[in-house]
């Protein structure tokens, strides 16, 4: 007993060396540190109930290591779970997560989170309309449900609705809605957990790399992108990817790093080398637009980027390494990065005049086989996770290709490829919310097989809706919901045609530890929400409250 104490003293040792050398690089004072700012309830001194826990671990260590003491000193209801999981299905409106269940489930009932037991709405405005730190913390827009639902025509040919025009008026982008729902600040669009000072602030990340978890981000666009970013990353402009990329790399805060953003494949999967025509070359162009060329080859070339306290990276790219690292044939024993052959997005991005037709697929368009999809990535991310700290993990999934196919409602605003069309994807906007609910079922299987809810809280959300998808008569008729048309079959679906983001609330359900509290941050009830959506009784939060439950449960006894 006595050498597996020392272990444990020289074990805490480095863990706490390693932390520190992290929280230097973010100016954040450590959690165990006896003393410590107090303007902060993560960076102040060790709260009496942490110290009573912590005295009952080593009471139970002296006295035959007991393993259920602590158990039987915390009651269910005040314990904090083991695994926090945060997933995030970038710029779906209420009408996308309906339109994809349609079409894979046959109804809404058959998503993976229909019957969670916490069902919210969410509010997704940004501090101001700004672009940049304006040095002041008014808050100058709102959300505001009479004026959203407001069904009174209006002589426009888009937004045939006051509410339509309400909503499209100003919106989050998601580097404001990633920061809130990451830091459970407000702040301006482009901001990467920046505050309008255009000073950085601490995320529930660092909060957990605190406390000893493994964290990690998922995506299917390039990791570096704002959503991801904001679970890993500060910047004041999300569009500093380098910058960004290089802070996720380097800093030692990140155990797991999954998304698309390396060199060397087309948007359909293909070798660079390959392509003798344009369309076979598309994405090949800047092959260093997410990630700069010194650090991808330190990446390459197993070293160390910036002094990383965690080491150098384990670097994984092909469709079978994500396969066995989901199966658990890949070690632990240093931070890993994957990053899927392809350009990008995994599918959203692909050319049907490069893969060809598949009738089975919403879009019509042969997926690229490839690359892993979204579902293989997290559960390849949670196994490895688990076994890089007995803590527990702090995982960020994103399925980011979700907003870049609503960005098509508008010609013009399509991403990095292609022809403009006037046809908007909505067909890739269902398969994008359909990877991603396979990517929920992954983790509620993942969860129920691993401690079960009482130790593991799941947040299934968006950042924000994009372009409001509505029933193929909302342009005649205010709100109309999409047309179930049969489970395989496409659903009664429009956009409107702003080809951007929209101030409308969105769809949030939980269940696990520590759920009810997002419950207990209601911040009023929408009928309107409640009528249309008919998800919840209109019930909502803001982000921000997203953020601020997290951390509520991250500072609980474990």
């Known amino acids: ?253 990140m155990d797991l790093v999954m998304g698309t953003g390396g060199p060397g494949y087309s948007v359909d999967g293909r070798a660079c080398h390959e392509g003798t025509d344009a369309a076979k070359a598309e994405g090949c162009a800047n092959p260093w637009e997410w990630v700069s060329q010194q650090d991808w080859q330190l990446l390459e070339a197993g070293s160390t980027i910036g002094g990383n306290p965690a080491g150098p990276w384990r670097l994984i790219r092909s469709k079978e390494a994500f396969a066995a690292l989901a199966q658990g044939r890949l070690p632990a024993d240093r931070p890993l990065i994957g990053v899927p052959r392809v350009a990008n997005t995994l599918q959203q991005a692909r050319q049907l005049q490069v893969l060809g037709k598949d009738a089975a697929t919403p879009s019509g368009v042969r997926k690229i086989d490839s690359v892993p999809d979204l579902a293989t990535m997290t559960r390849g991310a949670l196994q490895f996770l688990q076994q890089r700290s007995s803590k527990g993990l702090y995982l960020m999934v994103e399925g980011g290709a979700t907003d870049w196919a609503a960005h098509t409602s508008a010609c013009g605003t399509e991403w990095h490829y292609g022809q403009c069309s006037d046809q908007p994807q909505h067909g890739r906007l269902i398969e994008e919310t359909v990877e991603f609910n396979d990517a929920v079922a992954a983790v509620v299987d993942w969860i129920e097989r691993n401690g079960g809810w009482e130790r593991n809280l799941l947040i299934v959300t968006t950042d924000h809706d994009n372009s409001m998808p509505m029933g193929p008569d909302a342009h005649n008729v205010a709100f109309a919901p999409v047309r179930n048309n049969g489970r395989g079959r496409m659903p009664g679906i429009s956009f409107r045609p702003t080809g951007s983001h929209s101030n409308a609330l969105v769809p949030l359900w939980a269940r696990g530890a520590g759920a009810a509290l997002l419950g207990k941050r209601v911040r009023g009830v929408d009928a309107g929400y409640r009528q249309h959506v008919r998800w919840n009784d209109g019930s909502y939060i803001d982000n921000t409250d997203v953020a601020a439950a997290v951390q509520e449960v991250l500072q609980r006894p474990r």
């Not at 996308?96 to 993976?112: I, K, L, N």
């Not at 919106?171 to 309008?196: E, P, R, W």
């Open 1 to 253: 007993m006595e050498a597996t104490m020392v272990a444990g003293t020289l074990e805490d040792s480095v863990r706490r060396l390693h932390e520190a050398e992290i929280l230097k690089r973010y100016n954040v004072s450590p959690l165990w540190a006896a003393d410590g700012p107090t303007g902060h309830p993560m960076t102040a001194r060790i709260p009496r109930r942490w110290l009573h826990s912590s005295l009952l671990l080593a009471l139970a260590a002296l006295g035959g290591c007991q393993p259920n003491l602590r158990a039987e000193a915390v009651s269910t209801a005040e314990a904090g779970p083991l695994n926090v999981i945060v997933m995030i299905n970038d710029g779906a409106g209420w009408g996308t997560w309906d339109a994809a269940a349609y079409w894979q489930y046959g109804s809404r009932e058959g998503a993976p989170y229909a019957d969670f037991p916490l069902r919210l709405a969410v509010t997704t405005f940004p501090l101001n309309a700004s672009s940049q730190p304006t040095g002041d913390n008014a808050q100058t827009l709102g959300y505001d449900p009479g004026k959203a639902w407001d069904d009174a025509p209006v002589p426009a040919q888009d937004l045939p609705f006051a509410g339509y025009q309400y909503l499209a008026a100003v919106a989050t982008d998601s580097a404001a809605a990633g920061t809130a729902l990451s830091s459970g600040i407000k702040t301006y669009n482009n901001a990467i957990n920046f505050n309008n000072d255009g000073q950085p602030v601490e995320f529930n990340t660092l909060r957990a790399k605190r406390l000893g978890m493994a964290t990690g981000v998922v995506t299917s666009v390039p990791f570096a992108h704002a959503t991801p970013a904001a679970f890993a990353a500060q910047n004041e402009s999300r569009s500093n990817y380098h910058a960004i990329a290089h802070q996720m790399l380097a800093q030692g805060h």
